[in-house]
């Protein structure tokens, strides 16, 4: 029987593009409780895998001498094409940053720029038996992914066309919130980024913490600087986001005063 394929466009691990591997892994076990394994990745060498609890969520690699960026989280979502949706990008005016590449044993990936520069990772895992059920993510676990663009609706159309998202607008405030979806599951949200941000087009992952409050103030014992102070989304959560010691964005969110889920 084939194996059903992985939904496009779901985010389904983070890498941590980092100047000091181990710094960062020092502070995000302190903070999150991660364990950080090394694998033997063959070719491609030895990777820090980051798991929470017994599940892997992502990894972490060292940016090269003069790679020209700040450290910074790539997210992985899925794709059913990894060379399409690289010819793709280049079509919609997106650059190729990584070009098409297999991980033996774990799937086919490329990392693209889009238009604004933002950068995120089509990937093809191989089909799995004991891949992990969805479920809502734990204390640890990443639990959203949020595209802050200097282009709103250019990042929208780009991509819907490149990952099939449909798109739910929403007012908050004086500013529009979109969700991307698939279906009725929603995938990860769009936020137009304020004049002079100090900071490029990114994906932001979330992690869900049991206090963002808490969180955010061990974040800033342990190193980190605080950039953004606990606010909350009503009905929804709170969060706050915060830059790792080795300079790279991340958002603590918790879901106290959220609405009860059936």
């Known amino acids: 029987m084939e194996k059903p394929a992985v939904p496009s466009g779901r985010f389904v691990w983070y890498d941590l593009m980092t100047t000091d591997i181990d710094k960062a892994k020092a502070f995000y076990s302190k903070l999150f409780?991660?364990?950080?394994?090394?694998?033997?990745?063959?070719?491609?060498?030895?990777?820090p895998m980051i798991h929470a609890g017994e599940q892997g969520i992502g990894g972490m690699m060292r940016l090269p001498p003069g790679a020209g960026a700040p450290s910074h989280w790539i997210g992985y979502a899925t794709s059913g094409d990894v060379d399409a949706a690289a010819a793709t990008v280049?079509?919609?005016?997106?650059?190729?940053m990584v070009p098409p590449t297999d991980i033996p044993g774990v799937g086919r990936f490329t990392v693209i720029a889009d238009p604004q520069g933002a950068?995120?990772?089509?990937?093809?895992?191989?089909?799995?038996?004991?891949?992990?059920?969805?479920?809502?993510?734990?204390?640890?676990?990443?639990?959203?992914?949020?595209?802050?663009?200097?282009?709103?609706?250019a990042a929208?159309?780009?991509?819907?066309?490149?990952?099939?998202?449909?798109?739910?607008?929403?007012?908050?405030?004086?500013?529009?919130?979109t969700l991307l979806k698939?279906?009725?599951?929603?995938?990860?949200?769009?936020?137009?980024m304020q004049p002079g941000a100090p900071y490029p087009p990114m994906w932001l992952p979330y992690v869900a913490v049991a206090?963002?409050?808490?969180?955010?103030?061990?974040?800033?014992?342990?190193?980190?600087?605080?950039?953004?102070p606990t606010m909350a989304i009503p009905g929804i959560g709170r969060f706050a986001v915060i830059l790792?010691?080795?300079?790279?964005?991340?958002?603590?969110?918790?879901?106290?005063?959220?609405?009860?889920?059936n």
């Not at 895992?125 to 709103?152: I, M, Y």
């Not at 790792?244 to 889920?261: C, E, H, N, V």
């Open 33 to 47: 409780g991660w364990n950080v394994k090394e694998v033997d990745m063959g070719p491609m060498g030895m990777y």
């Open 90 to 96: 280049q079509e919609l005016g997106g650059r190729v």
């Open 119 to 153: 950068l995120v990772a089509p990937f093809k895992p191989n089909p799995r038996d004991d891949a992990p059920p969805q479920k809502e993510p734990g204390p640890g676990e990443f639990c959203w992914v949020e595209l802050h663009t200097s282009d709103q609706a």
């Open 156 to 177: 929208e159309s780009f991509y819907t066309k490149l990952f099939g998202w449909t798109l739910q607008r929403s007012d908050m405030g004086g500013m529009t919130y």
């Open 182 to 192: 698939n279906g009725e599951r929603e995938e990860g949200g769009v936020m137009q």
């Open 211 to 228: 206090d963002a409050d808490k969180a955010s103030a061990e974040a800033s014992e342990l190193g980190a600087r605080v950039v953004m």
């Open 244 to 261: 790792d010691p080795t300079g790279a964005s991340i958002a603590l969110f918790d879901r106290q005063g959220a609405k009860a889920r």
